[in-house]
């Protein structure tokens, strides 16, 4: 559980990290006269390359690879998918505040792409393992390091 919970801050960072590199740099572009959608766009790609490299190497240890960047990026879009659809139902289903409810998307799209990102986009597909444990052909999981029974 120790090991979830450290990911999940450094994912934290990571993911801060990635919001500010996207709002600077949008700022940025912007400033310099490009048109909102192309400086959203360039500042969501560049935060969205940073983003997978420091999650990659920081949160989970692994090397960035071209295939972990596809999927890492479909879980990226499934999380824009969450962070919508929650902000709107709970604008239009529970009367909340937009604000409040973007809030409230975020942090739903948050742990649901930490998850993804446990689970599938990060998964040691070697091993099988993740969170300290290796699941072995009969499914059952054990912790990394104890002997297996004959």
């Known amino acids: 559980m120790r ?9 934290f960072l990571t993911g801060g990290g990635a919001a500010i590199i996207d709002a600077g740099g949008f ?3 912007y400033w310099f006269g490009l048109a909102t959608l192309p400086a959203a766009v360039a500042s969501f790609a560049l935060a969205a390359v940073v983003n997978f490299l420091l ?8 090397s960035a690879t071209g295939r972990g960047f596809t999927v890492f ?5 499934l999380g824009l998918m969450v962070n919508v659809g929650v902000t709107v139902a709970a604008v239009k289903l529970f009367g909340l505040p937009p604000v409040i409810a973007k809030i409230v998307g975020i942090g739903t799209a948050f742990s649901i792409n930490f998850l993804l990102n446990l689970l599938v986009v990060f998964r040691n597909r070697d091993t099988n393992r993740c969170c300290g444990e290796i699941l072995h052909p ?13």
């Not at 090991?3 to 994912?11: A, G």
């Open 27 to 29: 700022a940025l572009l």
């Open 138 to 150: 009969e499914g059952k999981p054990s912790k990394i390091g104890r002997r297996q029974q004959g």
């Open 55 to 62: 999650t990659a190497r920081f949160v989970f240890g692994q």
């Open 73 to 77: 990026l479909l879980a990226a879009l």
């Open 3 to 11: 090991e979830i919970l450290v990911k999940f801050s450094r994912y």
